[in-house]
Each structure stands twice: as C-alpha cells, then as structure tokens.
C-alpha cells in the first residue's frame, strides 16, 4: 500500500507516490485540471494501480501561517475527494515546495517548457517528502 499526494491547482495538479515501504517519494505526473470528473477518474485509475491507502493534500498556507485564498479551494477539492474515495486524506503545509522546484530546475538549466511540464509533479513529490519525514521523526528540511 502506497501514499499519493497532490499539488492541487487551478490548471494542473501535481501526483506524486511513494514506495511500498512508505520510504521514498517519486513524481508520478502532472493532469490537467480542466474537468473534475476527468480527474476523478485519474485518480481513481492510480489509487486502483498503486494501492493507494492514503492521500497527502498540499495546502498552500501564506508564508506567516495564515490561510490564503488558495486554501478554500483546496479545502473544497478535499471534500470532493472524501466524497468520491474511502480512504483517509490529510493536508499537508505546502509552503516553498514550488519555490524548492524552481531552485532545482534553474539550476539544472531546464528549459522553461520543461520546467513547467514537470513543476507539479515535483513539488507533489516534496510535499509527500515532508510528509514522509515527519512520519519518521526526522526531516532534512533544517539542512
């Protein structure tokens, strides 16, 4: 059983998974978010694939910890997920996870197309990273 955390987005939504183990955190891809029942089906597809046990939401907080008005929509997208799935999902503080990824791919001199092909994915995959580590007691964030 696997954990699926999401970058959730007006125009696209970030998935990343973790390892059987719930050790490891890998992009898996970006969707468009363009129509809900379309990406309710694809989640659905990759919770059925990967034996999803557990959802990992980003809530993107200000910088000072307040709610921004991302939050609503999140908190809204986290309901139609609770609605259509039985299976546990908790929101995690998404704060300076895309900011993390820009840093990555600038400095990996990555092409603005790709940088924008694969931001989400990523900063779904570093959500789920903070996510994974605090569930250990530890976490590289402090480095």
């Given amino acids: 059983m696997r954990i699926l955390a999401i970058d959730y987005g007006d125009k696209r939504i970030g998935l990343a998974i973790s390892d059987a183990l ?4 890998q992009p ?14 694809e989640i659905q597809a990759i919770i059925e694939k990967y034996n ?6 980003g809530l993107p907080l200000n910088m000072d910890g307040s709610e921004g008005f991302r939050v609503e929509a999140t908190k809204d997208f986290k309901k139609v997920l609770e609605k259509e799935f ?4 908790v929101l995690e503080d998404e704060r300076l996870s895309t900011a993390e990824v820009e840093k990555v791919l600038l400095s990996g001199d990555v092409s603005r197309a790709k940088r924008k092909e694969t931001r989400d994915k990523l900063a779904a995959s570093i959500i789920l990273r903070k996510f994974l580590n605090k ?4 976490s590289n964030d402090e480095e």
Avoid at 22 to 25: A, L, Q
Avoid at 135 to 138: C, P
């Fill in 22 to 25: 719930k050790i490891t955190s």
């Fill in 52 to 57: 999803i046990s557990l959802i990992v939401l």
């Fill in 28 to 41: 898996l891809k970006t969707i468009q978010n363009q129509d809900d029942i379309q990406v309710l089906e």
């Fill in 86 to 89: 039985a299976i546990p999902i």
């Fill in 135 to 138: 569930r250990k007691g530890w």
